[in-house]
C-alpha cells in the first residue's frame, strides 16, 4: 500500500465515522455516467469502459449495504443508448446481462427491471426476466437495473396501463378523468410500491437528468460528481451522504 492509499483510507474512515445513518437516504438513484470518456482518457477501449463500469456495481451496492440503504436505481441502458451504433450496442448489451446475472445469483439483493422490455432484445428481456423471478423472495437491497430506461416513455407507460385498465372495468372516459390524479398514474411507474429517491448521484460532472425518473425525483435530492463512473471511489460515495444528511428537506413547505 502506497502513502496515497493509506491517506485515502484514513480519509474514508474519518467521513464514515461522521455518518449519521439516521439521515441515510433509503432510496438512491444512479446515473452510471462517463464510461467512454474514462476509456478513452485512460487509453482503453469502449466496451473495456462498459466492463470497468459493471465492475463498480457491486462496490457501491456492498456500500449502501454497510450504510443500511434500502433501495438502489442502477441506469444501466437508456431509451436514448439504444440507437448508439450496433458494434458498441451488442457488447454493452452482452455486458449489462452478464451483470444483471450476477446481481442475480449473488443472493443477496432482489433485482428488479424498469424500463419497456419490448424495446430490448429477446435474450436481454430473457436475463431481466429471470433476474426478477429468481430474487423474488431474496432479502437485502432491492435493485432496480434500469435498462431500456426513459422517463418520459414510463410516464407514457403508466398513463397508457391506467387507460386500459379503465377500459377493462368498462370506464368510459369521461369516468377516467374524473377520478385520475397523481396516486392513480403513480400506481402504473415501474417502481409502483417503492419509495420514491430520496437521492440521485450522477457521475462524471454532467449536471442534468436526461430523463432520470422524472416523475419519482420530484422531491429528491441531488448530488453532481466530477469522477466518471470506472473511477467512483467509496469516499466519493460518503461525500454524496454526507452532502445530503447536511440538507434540510421542505418537500415545497
Same mark, same amino acid.
Given at each position: 500500500?502506497?502513502?496515497?492509499?493509506?491517506?485515502?483510507?484514513?480519509?474514508?474512515?474519518?467521513?464514515?465515522?461522521?455518518?449519521?445513518?439516521?439521515?441515510?437516504?433509503?432510496? &438512491?438513484?444512479?446515473?452510471?455516467?462517463?464510461?467512454?470518456?474514462?476509456?478513452?482518457?485512460?487509453?482503453?477501449?469502449?466496451?473495456?469502459? #462498459?466492463?470497468?463500469?459493471?465492475?463498480?456495481?457491486?462496490?457501491?451496492?456492498?456500500?449502501?449495504?454497510?450504510?443500511?440503504?434500502?433501495?438502489?436505481?442502477?441506469?444501466?441502458?437508456?431509451?436514448?443508448?439504444?440507437?448508439?451504433?450496433?458494434?458498441?450496442?451488442?457488447?454493452?448489451?452482452?455486458?449489462?446481462?452478464?451483470?444483471?446475472?450476477?446481481?442475480?445469483?449473488?443472493?443477496?439483493?432482489?433485482?428488479? #427491471?424498469?424500463?419497456?422490455?419490448?424495446?430490448?432484445?429477446?435474450?436481454?428481456?430473457?436475463?431481466?426476466?429471470?433476474? @426478477?423471478?429468481?430474487?423474488?423472495?431474496?432479502?437485502?437491497?432491492?435493485?432496480?437495473?434500469?435498462?431500456?430506461?426513459?422517463?418520459?416513455?414510463? &410516464?407514457?407507460?403508466?398513463?397508457?396501463?391506467?387507460?386500459?385498465?379503465?377500459? @377493462?372495468?368498462?370506464?368510459?372516459?369521461?369516468?377516467?378523468?374524473?377520478?385520475?390524479?397523481?396516486?392513480?398514474?403513480?400506481?402504473?411507474?415501474?417502481?409502483?410500491?417503492?419509495?420514491?429517491?430520496?437521492?440521485?448521484?450522477?457521475?462524471?460532472? @454532467?449536471?442534468?437528468?436526461?430523463?432520470?425518473?422524472?416523475?419519482?425525483?420530484? #422531491?429528491?435530492?441531488?448530488?453532481?460528481?466530477?469522477?466518471?463512473?470506472?473511477?467512483?471511489?467509496?469516499?466519493?460515495?460518503?461525500?454524496?451522504?454526507?452532502?445530503?444528511?447536511?440538507?434540510?428537506?421542505?418537500?415545497?413547505?
Amino acid at each position: 500500500m502506497n502513502l496515497r492509499d493509506l491517506v485515502y483510507g484514513l480519509y474514508a474512515r474519518r467521513v464514515e465515522n461522521r455518518l449519521d445513518h439516521a439521515q441515510v437516504p433509503k432510496h &438512491i438513484g444512479v446515473i452510471l455516467d462517463g464510461n467512454r470518456r474514462w476509456a478513452r482518457a485512460d487509453g482503453r477501449t469502449t466496451e473495456q469502459g #462498459h466492463q470497468a463500469g459493471a465492475e463498480k456495481i457491486k462496490e457501491l451496492l456492498g456500500w449502501c449495504a454497510e450504510t443500511d440503504v434500502e433501495v438502489v436505481t442502477l441506469w444501466l441502458l437508456s431509451t436514448d443508448n439504444l440507437d448508439r451504433p450496433e458494434n458498441e450496442l451488442r457488447p454493452l448489451l452482452g455486458i449489462i446481462e452478464n451483470t444483471v446475472r450476477g446481481l442475480a445469483e449473488d443472493g443477496r439483493w432482489r433485482v428488479h #427491471h424498469v424500463g419497456t422490455l419490448d424495446l430490448l432484445p429477446d435474450r436481454t428481456q430473457t436475463v431481466l426476466k429471470e433476474a @426478477e423471478q429468481t430474487t423474488y423472495d431474496k432479502g437485502g437491497i432491492l435493485v432496480n437495473v434500469a435498462v431500456g430506461y426513459g422517463g418520459r416513455q414510463e &410516464i407514457a407507460d403508466a398513463v397508457r396501463s391506467l387507460i386500459l385498465e379503465a377500459a @377493462e372495468r368498462g370506464s368510459s372516459f369521461e369516468e377516467l378523468a374524473e377520478i385520475v390524479d397523481v396516486e392513480h398514474i403513480s400506481k402504473h411507474l415501474y417502481t409502483r410500491g417503492q419509495p420514491d429517491p430520496d437521492l440521485v448521484i450522477r457521475t462524471s460532472g @454532467e449536471q442534468r437528468l436526461s430523463g432520470f425518473m422524472l416523475w419519482q425525483s420530484a #422531491h429528491s435530492e441531488y448530488y453532481f460528481c466530477e469522477v466518471f463512473w470506472p473511477a467512483f471511489r467509496k469516499v466519493d460515495f460518503l461525500r454524496a451522504l454526507r452532502d445530503y444528511a447536511a440538507r434540510h428537506r421542505r418537500y415545497g413547505g
